[in-house]
């Protein structure tokens, strides 16, 4: 449950632009309550006072979920990119689309090994077997299974190191 | 299938609301009179085969081949985009929650960094997401807020045990899997070493709730040796305590990594054959 003083926060901590491209997703999205909330707190931050703590007692979830989503893309780091390459991979695997996910998993272990991203690299390395694991049993498949295995645990290893 | 065509299986591949979202979605990047990357969405549907030339011709790019490939990658990517913002996939929930947080982190709101991470890691613990868990409590621990007592049950190196255990188990099921058809692979694989060390480990992560993806590949994997053996009344038993597994984790089915699917396959096929051979010895 998300009370009113986190999301008060949260809206507290929004940027101009981040608040202008908000605003253009409510109508998008056509979530007129959404908006009319947004705009009932906003309007209570900047009079100070009159934040009502009696309303602690409502949920905000959803309008916090929303504006946390939403200003997601506004933010990019690498490990970010990782992240949102890992969930495409999930959708495509989903819709049976093992080519396009392919590409995907090349993508994301690339940024992961470049940044020593250890659990993105973990968790593509885990999607890589399973992508395998659809192909034919090859003996080359095989060396391929065994070469992921020992990414797999040199990269434990490495986050065990650093504990 | 060559890569010119991902773009038109994807397409191909889209639900009536997922369409939906991503024109409401692509309202958001109009410039003029309309979106060219939904008109290429759109002009691609219509065709049953992929054409690229006759698109090409049709939306004038013949001589600006390097747009119209700028075009087609740029379509792709929104359209996983706007797919990514609908799924409702845990993992992806998860991975959501540690992005968000890290955005809030940069904006020094460490309230709401610490309860986003602490929902991040409540959630990797129910599905047993290894490295999320790990990554959420690593960067939870740096914020001087103490984490609720739910959250500290396990510490970061026990998960890591615990993922590098699952990994054999992982690697045992793929062996299996690749050599059950051979009869030599199979004959004396019980006391082979890699059966017997993830055997060992199984008991020693018995009595912990850790242990989902460990069990369930163990049971797979004596599951389809015990099968290819033709000892099909101890195959049944392993079907199941697969089951039991899924009864004891419903929720897991929901978190689809690779051969989580094969498992119902595999448990399905497992049943189906020992139903046959009871049927042949009645």
């Given amino acids: 449950m998300i009370h009113h003083a986190q999301l008060i926060s949260?809206?507290?901590?929004?940027?101009?632009?981040?608040?202008?491209?908000?605003?253009?997703?409510?109508?998008?999205?056509?979530?007129?309550?959404?908006?009319?909330?947004?705009?009932?707190?906003?309007?209570?931050?900047?009079?100070?006072e009159k934040i009502n703590n009696t309303k602690n007692g409502i949920d905000y979830s959803e309008l916090f979920d929303f504006v946390l989503n939403s200003i997601e893309d506004y933010h990019k780091s690498t490990g970010q990119d990782a992240r949102s390459i890992m969930n495409q991979i999930e959708i495509l695997v989903d819709k049976n689309l093992y080519?396009?996910?392919?590409?995907?998993?090349?993508?994301?272990?690339?940024?992961?090994?470049?940044?020593?991203?250890?659990?993105?690299?973990?968790?593509?390395?885990e999607w890589e077997m399973a992508m395998l694991a659809i192909k034919a049993p090859t003996i080359e498949n095989e060396r391929k299974f065994e070469s992921i295995f020992d990414q797999i645990n040199e990269t434990i290893k490495k986050q065990k190191d650093t504990l | 299938?060559?890569?010119?065509?991902?773009?038109?299986?994807?397409?191909?591949?889209?639900?009536?609301?997922?369409?939906?979202?991503?024109?409401?979605?692509?309202?958001?990047?109009i410039k003029g009179d309309e979106n060219k990357y939904?008109?290429?969405?759109?002009?691609?549907?219509?065709?049953?085969?992929?054409?690229?030339?006759?698109?090409?011709?049709?939306?004038?790019?013949?001589?600006?081949?390097?747009?119209?490939?700028?075009?087609?990658?740029?379509?792709?990517?929104?359209?996983?985009?706007?797919?990514?913002?609908?799924?409702?996939?845990?993992?992806?929930?998860?991975?959501?929650?540690?992005?968000?947080?890290?955005?809030?982190?940069?904006?020094?709101?460490f309230e709401l960094a610490a309860l986003l991470y602490d929902q991040a890691i409540e959630m990797s613990s129910k599905y047993q997401a290894y490295p999320l868990w790990i990554e959420a409590l690593k960067h939870r621990k740096k914020i001087d807020i103490p984490q609720p007592d739910k959250n500290k049950?396990?510490?970061?190196?026990?998960?890591?045990?615990?993922?590098?255990?699952?990994?054999?188990?992982?690697?045992?099921?793929?062996?299996?899997r690749l050599k059950h058809h051979q009869t030599s692979f199979i004959r004396n694989i019980e006391e082979k070493k890699e059966f017997k060390n993830?055997?060992?480990?199984?008991?020693?992560?018995?009595?912990?709730?850790?242990?989902?993806?460990?069990?369930?590949?163990?049971?797979?994997?004596?599951?389809?040796?015990?099968?290819?053996?033709?000892e099909y009344d101890k195959a049944y038993i392993m079907g199941n305590e697969l089951d039991k597994?899924?009864?004891?984790?419903?929720?897991?089915?929901?978190?689809?990594?690779?051969?989580?699917?094969?498992?119902?396959?595999n448990k399905a096929l497992i049943e189906l054959n020992f139903k046959q051979y009871k049927a042949s010895k009645n």
Avoid: C
């Fill in chain 1, 10 to 48: 949260l809206i507290k901590s929004l940027t101009p632009s981040e608040k202008g491209y908000l605003k253009k997703l409510f109508s998008v999205h056509h979530a007129n309550q959404f908006k009319h909330d947004f705009e009932l707190l906003e309007k209570e931050i900047l009079d100070q």
């Fill in chain 1, 99 to 125: 080519q396009q996910a392919d590409k995907q998993v090349n993508r994301v272990k690339s940024l992961a090994v470049k940044d020593e991203l250890s659990e993105q690299l973990i968790e593509v390395l």
């Fill in chain 2, 245 to 265: 597994l899924w009864n004891n984790f419903p929720w897991m089915i929901e978190t689809r990594v690779g051969a989580f699917y094969n498992t119902y396959y």
């Fill in chain 2, 153 to 176: 049950a396990f510490p970061i190196l026990r998960i890591l045990e615990a993922n590098q255990s699952f990994f054999n188990y992982r690697k045992l099921f793929i062996m299996v």
């Fill in chain 2, 38 to 109: 939904l008109v290429l969405l759109q002009e691609i549907d219509k065709q049953n085969e992929y054409d690229e030339k006759a698109i090409i011709e049709k939306l004038g790019y013949s001589k600006e081949l390097n747009k119209f490939a700028f075009l087609k990658n740029y379509t792709y990517n929104f359209i996983l985009k706007s797919l990514e913002d609908m799924s409702v996939l845990p993992l992806k929930l998860i991975r959501n929650k540690i992005s968000q947080a890290e955005i809030m982190l940069g904006k020094k709101n």
């Fill in chain 2, 1 to 29: 299938m060559k890569a010119s065509e991902h773009l038109f299986d994807l397409i191909k591949s889209l639900s009536k609301a997922e369409r939906e979202n991503i024109t409401s979605l692509s309202k958001l990047h």
């Fill in chain 2, 198 to 230: 993830v055997y060992d480990e199984e008991l020693m992560e018995s009595n912990s709730d850790l242990n989902f993806g460990h069990k369930m590949y163990f049971y797979l994997s004596k599951g389809i040796v015990y099968y290819a053996k033709k």
